[in-house]
């Protein structure tokens, strides 16, 4: 089983910067795919960014590309969203998620494991 933890979440005004991470246990880092996905009130839960096992290879949703980028510390546990340029849209629960195949998953269902995810807000 895979537990997954967010931090980093918070209050940034527009036009600001705010990075997230998600620290993984119970699984061989390296061995997962990471994807981070948002949901904001009354929405459905939507793909944000993938990275592969090795980093080499990373995938986003088209509104934050150029923005944001996904990164990942294998001998750390640890991937990280890094959000500029920030806007009132982006607002969500930030939620990292994981899965043990090698494609850059951008749906709900191609990830098995989630953390219980981080609050951005930004204010305009």
């Known amino acids: 089983q895979v537990q997954l933890v967010e931090s980093g979440g918070g209050l940034v005004q527009a036009g600001g910067s705010l990075r997230v991470s998600c620290a993984a246990s119970?699984?061989?880092?390296?061995?997962?795919?990471m994807g981070w996905f948002r949901q904001a009130p009354g929405k459905e839960r939507e793909f944000v960014a993938a990275?592969?096992?090795?980093?080499?290879?990373?995938n986003y949703a088209g509104s934050v590309k150029d923005r944001f980028t996904v990164s990942r510390n294998n001998p750390k546990n640890t991937a990280y969203l890094q959000m500029n340029a920030l806007r009132p849209e982006d607002t969500a629960v930030y939620y990292c998620?994981?899965?043990?195949?090698?494609?850059?998953?951008?749906?709900?269902?191609?990830?098995?494991?989630w953390g219980q995810g981080t609050q951005v807000t930004v204010s305009s």
């Open positions: 998620a994981a899965n043990e195949y090698q494609n850059l998953g951008s749906t709900v269902g191609q990830y098995d494991y």
């Open positions: 119970g699984r061989t880092f390296s061995s997962l795919t």
């Open positions: 990275i592969s096992r090795t980093g080499d290879v990373s």
